[in-house]
């Protein structure tokens, strides 16, 4: 049975529980700001009436103009304190978010990853998170200072006299209804636009891409009629849009002269029956000015706060959902070359198809292995299985007589290496990139593993910066050899016991491929390795092949008698990979 749905109220409450505390104090800030804009017309109001009495002295008007001054001062430095406090907290809250969901997606398993596309992702760290930073940092400070600003001269009116209170709160009932129905269809226009131009930009990208194809069937005029049509229908969305909330701003303007307007002639009638005094028909005044900025305040907020409620929802429940894999090991293999074993190991990747069936393996320690196949044999999800990328739904895989899952995830990395046969580059210099940050490695141990691998060039250039050289001036270009050398100077770094080599010769030229074979052999001396390959000749100096096709093993001998051997598989893959060079 599955849980309920979280709603964005408690979603809200657990995003800013780390920073509960800050959250508490800048509703103590916004408070005492709003309660200056709410106290200052009652001064005007002593003056006024103590002016009407003639109760008023040089010296009376003087003191209460001062302190008038002093709190228009001070409203003005409480709205720059507490726009800075907000914008600090949010943006603590949401870099915090980002870290913390990049740090938990890392850990997420590898069906999760299947299942969600990186741009996907980028838009649930990034995008969700923006939108949670603006609720946090934009709508929270406006909504919240115009709520406190509303119940504080909806308190003082109540207080001066409570027909004028009811009056007050009824007016803003009804003003907000309207608003509120008014902006929804603001709101449903700006959607259909946005639509629209996703229609607009998808077209002119479809046309962009297929402009040779266009040409060269003489389809260019009718591709320009379907953008005319396109741009037709966008500019009659973009014109409703723009009337709507032209709409929109012309009932707000209509709403508040209402009310100054009903606030004058109230004033009069309760003055003239002596209800009220002048200083108090110059406070429902002054409010009625000042109605305007926290109404539209609240409903101009109201689409951010309806993006920002689905996403603070999509970021509790993303930072809830849990690693398939759990890190709970703590058993070390002995140091040295591992042995690498498969017991009746089964997998599927939750679809109910078997990628791996009944495999029985065991690698002597130090001992090569390769491994062959066709595509969708299952070798790369053995190679997964070995670095624990994904865990086995059946039997138990184990190094060095250790199951797999008794060892930590730290210290499986540290003796475990995989060379993919596509190498990502990160953004940062040649050191960055063999130590992947980790600044405990020193300057002298990053060259000497470079070297070893014969990327001496890049040995003495350490703090360049990899990439593109047109986007950034004086960085290293590399090519897909050259990377592959620089994957493996990463595993010569650290050292392992074990490494893996998922076809990391596939992508290059005969001539790389020499020099990646002589990178390569230095690498697995000495260590357990386990060498996925399409092209044979990157098994020219392993111990031992393994075939295996729809899942399952179907050979495994020593290589020099499989290739000896007429009728086995691993020759029959040679002798075609003879006649396709032929």
């Given at each position: 049975?599955?849980?309920?749905?979280?709603?964005?109220?408690?979603?809200?409450?657990?995003?800013?529980?780390?920073?509960?505390?800050?959250?508490?104090?800048?509703?103590?800030?916004?408070?005492?700001?709003?309660?200056?804009?709410?106290?200052?017309?009652?001064?005007?109001?002593?003056?006024?009436?103590?002016?009407?009495?003639?109760?008023?002295?040089?010296?009376?008007?003087?003191?209460?103009?001062?302190?008038?001054?002093?709190?228009?001062?001070?409203?003005?430095?409480?709205?720059?304190?507490?726009?800075?406090?907000?914008?600090?907290?949010?943006?603590?809250?949401?870099?915090?978010?980002?870290?913390?969901?990049?740090?938990?997606?890392?850990?997420?398993?590898?069906?999760?990853?299947?299942?969600?596309?990186?741009?996907?992702?980028?838009?649930?760290?990034?995008?969700?998170?923006?939108?949670?930073?603006?609720?946090?940092?934009?709508?929270?400070?406006?909504?919240?200072?115009?709520?406190?600003?509303?119940?504080?001269?909806?308190?003082?009116?109540?207080?001066?006299?409570?027909?004028?209170?009811?009056?007050?709160?009824?007016?803003?009932?009804?003003?907000?209804?309207?608003?509120?129905?008014?902006?929804?269809?603001?709101?449903?226009?700006?959607?259909?636009?946005?639509?629209?131009?996703?229609?607009?930009?998808?077209?002119?990208?479809?046309?962009?891409?297929?402009?040779?194809?266009?040409?060269?069937?003489?389809?260019?005029?009718?591709?320009?009629?379907?953008?005319?049509?396109?741009?037709?229908?966008?500019?009659?969305?973009?014109?409703?849009?723009?009337?709507?909330?032209?709409?929109?701003?012309?009932?707000?303007?209509?709403?508040?002269?209402?009310?100054?307007?009903?606030?004058?002639?109230?004033?009069?009638?309760?003055?003239?029956?002596?209800?009220?005094?002048?200083?108090?028909?110059?406070?429902?005044?002054?409010?009625?000015?000042?109605?305007?900025?926290?109404?539209?305040?609240?409903?101009?907020?109201?689409?951010?706060?309806?993006?920002?409620?689905?996403?603070?929802?999509?970021?509790?429940?993303?930072?809830?959902?849990?690693?398939?894999?759990?890190?709970?090991?703590?058993?070390?293999?002995?140091?040295?070359?591992?042995?690498?074993?498969?017991?009746?190991?089964?997998?599927?990747?939750?679809?109910?198809?078997?990628?791996?069936?009944?495999?029985?393996?065991?690698?002597?320690?130090?001992?090569?292995?390769?491994?062959?196949?066709?595509?969708?044999?299952?070798?790369?999800?053995?190679?997964?299985?070995?670095?624990?990328?994904?865990?086995?739904?059946?039997?138990?895989?184990?190094?060095?007589?250790?199951?797999?899952?008794?060892?930590?995830?730290?210290?499986?990395?540290?003796?475990?290496?995989?060379?993919?046969?596509?190498?990502?580059?990160?953004?940062?210099?040649?050191?960055?990139?063999?130590?992947?940050?980790?600044?405990?490695w020193s300057d002298a141990e990053v060259a000497a593993a470079l070297s070893e691998v014969g990327l001496d060039h890049l040995a003495n250039s350490l703090d360049s910066l990899l990439g593109d050289a047109s986007a950034v001036e004086d960085a290293i270009g590399l090519s897909a050899g050259e990377a592959q050398l620089l994957a493996m100077a990463r595993a010569w770094l650290?050292?392992?016991?074990?490494?893996?080599?998922?076809?990391?010769?596939?992508?290059?030229?005969?001539?790389?491929?020499?020099?990646?074979?002589?990178?390569?052999?230095?690498?697995l001396d000495g260590r357990t390795s386990i060498v996925i390959a399409h092209r044979l000749s990157t098994l020219r100096s392993v111990d031992r092949i393994v075939a295996m096709a729809d899942g399952a093993i179907i050979e495994d001998g020593d290589r020099a008698t499989l290739v000896a051997d007429p009728t086995s598989e691993f020759r029959r893959l040679m002798d075609l990979?003879?006649?396709?060079?032929?």
């Amino acid at each position: 049975m599955s849980e309920p749905a979280i709603s964005h109220w408690q979603a809200l409450g657990q995003l800013i529980r780390p920073q509960r505390r800050a959250y508490a104090g800048l509703a103590v800030v916004m408070g005492c700001a709003a309660s200056l804009p709410v106290l200052t017309p009652l001064l005007v109001r002593r003056i006024i009436d103590t002016t009407v009495a003639g109760d008023a002295t040089t010296a009376s008007i003087t003191t209460l103009a001062v302190v008038f001054l002093a709190m228009a001062i001070a409203s003005q430095i409480a709205t720059v304190v507490v726009s800075y406090y907000a914008t600090t907290i949010a943006w603590k809250t949401a870099n915090g978010l980002r870290t913390q969901l990049a740090a938990h997606v890392l850990g997420l398993g590898h069906g999760f990853h299947r299942d969600h596309s990186p741009g996907e992702l980028i838009q649930r760290i990034d995008g969700d998170v923006t939108s949670v930073s603006d609720f946090l940092g934009r709508v929270l400070l406006k909504t919240g200072g115009a709520f406190l600003l509303l119940v504080g001269m909806f308190m003082v009116l109540t207080v001066l006299d409570w027909r004028i209170g009811l009056a007050f709160a009824i007016y803003l009932f009804l003003a907000s209804r309207i608003a509120v129905r008014q902006r929804n269809k603001s709101v449903n226009e700006a959607v259909h636009e946005m639509s629209v131009k996703a229609r607009l930009y998808g077209g002119i990208e479809e046309r962009l891409v297929a402009s040779e194809d266009l040409r060269a069937n003489g389809a260019g005029p009718h591709a320009m009629w379907r953008f005319v049509q396109d741009a037709t229908v966008g500019l009659d969305a973009a014109t409703d849009m723009e009337r709507a909330f032209l709409r929109l701003w012309w009932n707000m303007r209509t709403l508040l002269l209402g009310g100054l307007v009903l606030s004058l002639v109230a004033s009069a009638a309760l003055i003239d029956r002596d209800i009220i005094t002048i200083g108090t028909a110059f406070v429902l005044f002054q409010y009625s000015l000042v109605i305007g900025r926290p109404l539209e305040d609240i409903v101009d907020q109201f689409d951010t706060v309806q993006k920002a409620n689905g996403a603070m929802v999509r970021v509790v429940e993303l930072l809830a959902m849990k690693p398939s894999i759990a890190d709970t090991g703590t058993t070390s293999p002995a140091e040295g070359p591992l042995a690498v074993s498969f017991n009746d190991v089964g997998f599927d990747y939750g679809d109910d198809e078997p990628v791996l069936r009944h495999i029985n393996l065991a690698i002597e320690p130090g001992q090569s292995v390769g491994v062959v196949g066709r595509s969708g044999s299952g070798k790369t999800t053995l190679s997964r299985l070995v670095l624990r990328l994904v865990e086995a739904g059946s039997g138990t895989v184990a190094l060095g007589d250790v199951p797999i899952g008794n060892i930590s995830q730290h210290e499986l990395r540290r003796r475990v290496a995989l060379i993919p046969q596509d190498v990502q580059l990160i953004g940062g210099t040649v050191r960055d990139n063999v130590t992947f940050f980790d600044h405990s490695w020193s300057d002298a141990e990053v060259a000497a593993a470079l070297s070893e691998v014969g990327l001496d060039h890049l040995a003495n250039s350490l703090d360049s910066l990899l990439g593109d050289a047109s986007a950034v001036e004086d960085a290293i270009g590399l090519s897909a050899g050259e990377a592959q050398l620089l994957a493996m100077a990463r595993a010569w770094l650290r050292q392992p016991d074990v490494v893996v080599l998922d076809e990391a010769t596939s992508r290059v030229d005969p001539e790389t491929e020499e020099q990646l074979q002589h990178a390569i052999g230095r690498l697995l001396d000495g260590r357990t390795s386990i060498v996925i390959a399409h092209r044979l000749s990157t098994l020219r100096s392993v111990d031992r092949i393994v075939a295996m096709a729809d899942g399952a093993i179907i050979e495994d001998g020593d290589r020099a008698t499989l290739v000896a051997d007429p009728t086995s598989e691993f020759r029959r893959l040679m002798d075609l990979a003879l006649e396709e060079t032929a």
